[in-house]
């Protein structure tokens, strides 16, 4: 389990402010949801904790560390304590769903091949995706594919779960289904969660928090019975929509 | 300052790649897979292209030398042709057209659909695992590359002279007299530089890509462009350095 505190972060590409002074904080364990229109800056906030980008200013602690100031090689050690689920799940398409999901832990020598393999057996029957090892990312579907990449990222053991849009091009069962596997995730493993979406009813049937970024800033934190309540208009329209 | 930008890139991954060679830090087993895709599936186009240049410069050489009674210096012309300058040139070419755009187009999609970011997030730094065994490759299959491009178009241009009046014989006692072993190295020499700068170039093309398939292309596109104005213009300088470096051992 892992903790995660964001402060003031800022980024800039050129003169656009794309992240304006965030401040978060996600508990051990917790959901964390951070809803936004598309172009409010959710993906960019995501990648700048999974430390693909670094912000202009700002802190980003991990279990207590500072990600920001660090090197790339600095970057690998704390990046193995966390997943990244990405929206198109991102899988190597020359290599199998066996070779995709044993791949963190083959490629740092962790664990024997066998242990690997026996590692992905249960990594893909957790997932609902048994039988599947020989398969390439190009013969699954959409879900199948998310579901891989939940594995993969799963794979390291992390404490710290990071979901960027997991269920958006997605029909509502399978999404349901996804939704189901983020919190049944979190209960087995116990893995803190931070999910970027702009789908309110996955938000709000798995969230323990919500947060709201416009523009670039959050503008409003809280439980998802509390973001319901809000009196800003910019997130009753949103929640509302 | 978008050339100095470029050149301080490219170095820096050129010098990365070889840092992660020497220690080790690189997967054999894709290294070889690329040797075999960069290097080894490139020699049939290479032989042909060779061949069918070596048949022209014969059809040329030998009409003229024929009729001036410089027989005996058409097979010698064409084997320093191919050892000192086409053999290592035209490989470089087809190289960066075959494999170099290949490269580029495979690490460019990778970035766009994010598996480059899934690497780093998996804690394996995409130079270790595709720049370094891309360069290792290409460097390594280059002369082997450089030496069939030399053989077919030595052979494609005794075909030709054959059929110009110059005996089989009359061509390879031309060839033994007028070449020597420190031509033919001279030529593979340059193929290692060749193999260096297309696989860097090819990579960091890849790695830069931007805005989608449409990036992807242009990726594609400006590597192989750099890749064959590099190989001509260091050509010029190799050429020069090497003479000069063999006439002093002289």
New interface residues.
Partial sequence: MSELHVTGVSYAVSDRLILKGVDLEVRQGEILAVMGMSGSGKTTLL?CI???IKPSRGSITVDGEDIVPMS?AQL??V??R???V???A????SLTVQENVG??PL??RTKTPEAVAELVGSLLADVGMPGTERMLPAELSGGMRKRVGLA??LA?EPGLLLYDEPTSGLDPVIARTIDDLIVETRDRRGVTSVVVSHDIPSIFRIADRVAMIDNGAIIETGTPAELRRSSDSRVRAFVDA | MVAATFVGETSILAGQAAWLAVRGKFSLRETIRQMAAMGVDSIPIIMLTCAATGSVLAFYVADVLVRFGGSGFVGGMIALSFLLELGPVLAGVMVAARSGAAVAAEIGSMVVTEQIDALRMMSVPPVRYLVTPRVLACILMMPICGLFADMAGIFGGLVMASTHGVTQSAFMESIRTMATHADLMKGLAKTLWFGLTIAVVACHQGLNTQRGATGVGAATTRSVVLCVVFIFVSDFFLAQALSGASASMR
Avoid: T
């Fill in positions: 990648k999974a430390g693909l790339e690998d050690r990046r193995l966390i997943g990244l990405f929206q198109y991102a899988l190597f398409d791949f963190g490629q740092h993969r990222a390291n």
